[in-house]
């Protein structure tokens, strides 16, 4: 890609020296600002430095091993340090119990629902000649985001709105394309509001990669506190730099987000 990714570029190589590149998946910022780049052509707006793997395994051993290559002293159990530059691993896979969570053995719980879909959707992508990364696709980052959305609300932690509203505007900029796929998301009142289409299209892609269960499990999210949490959700929406849209709209595309999960069930 560009310069940007120097020290992406290296944690990867090393990182390959150990396990198999295949196996571990850009998530988190960087991530973000990959796609931001890729799709609007300009760096994001709050760009980021942090690398976040997710890191498909089958046994803790596998992890630990990746941690006794690289180690983090002082930092989480979820660290790894590449010469100085700090990696956080999101573990996933067979250690998963029940099904989309981790247990570490410190006791901490962490939500990965999703992440294999995910992970089974995504596509390489060259950081230079020599180097690629597996990237999640446009909708599984946002289910990644809708799952961190729900997780960190709770702590008042409202940054993953922001990355969600972002999400929005790149279908919206895709406009050739929001237009030739809307018909099969449905339905037809959001016809030429094409911030809430590009929201209920963002909906349907999410639900059409994450498959029945899935999806099922994040509507089910959504729907404990059902009025308070969509209405803090379309007030933080309303956070990103740089826009203007009024919280009427934003509510529209929480509702139209919903209603596209729920399109992608019914067919």
């Known amino acids: 890609m560009d310069s940007e990714n120097h020290d992406l570029v290296f944690v990867m190589q090393r990182l390959c020296e150990v396990v198999d590149s295949s196996r571990l998946l850009l998530v988190g910022a960087r991530c973000r600002d990959i796609h931001q780049q890729l799709i609007m052509g300009e760096p994001a707006a709050r760009a980021t430095r942090d690398i976040d793997l997710a890191f498909g395994v089958e046994s803790w051993a596998e992890f630990e091993r990746l941690k006794e290559?690289?180690?983090?002293?002082g930092h989480g159990w979820q660290s790894i340090s590449v010469e100085g530059l700090l990696v956080d691993i999101l573990p996933f896979g067979e250690i998963e119990y029940p099904p989309g969570e981790v247990l570490s053995e410190d006791g901490f719980r962490l939500n990965v629902s999703g992440?294999?879909?995910?992970?089974?959707?995504?596509?390489?992508?060259?950081l230079d000649n020599e180097t690629t990364v597996l990237l999640p696709t446009v909708p599984g980052l946002a289910a990644l985001k809708l799952h961190a959305w729900l997780d960190r609300k709770e702590r008042g932690i409202y940054k993953d709105a922001n990355d969600i509203a972002l999400i929005f505007t790149w279908?919206?900029?895709s406009r050739d394309r929001l237009w030739e796929k809307y018909p099969?998301?449905?339905p037809d009142e959001y016809l030429g509001d094409e911030s809430a289409m590009a929201a209920l299209l963002a909906g349907y892609e999410v639900g059409k990669l994450l498959g029945e269960k899935e999806t099922k499990a994040l509507l089910s999210r959504f729907a404990d506190g059902r009025e308070a949490g969509r209405r803090l959700f379309a007030d933080k929406l309303g956070a990103l730099s740089g826009t203007s849209i009024p919280f009427t709209e934003r509510q529209l595309q929480v509702e139209a987000l919903i209603r596209g999960m729920e399109r992608a069930l019914e067919e």
């Open 184 to 186: 099969m998301a449905e």
């Open 115 to 126: 992440m294999k879909e995910v992970f089974a959707a995504a596509q390489p992508i060259g």
């Open 69 to 73: 290559a690289f180690p983090a002293p």
């Open 171 to 173: 279908y919206e900029e």
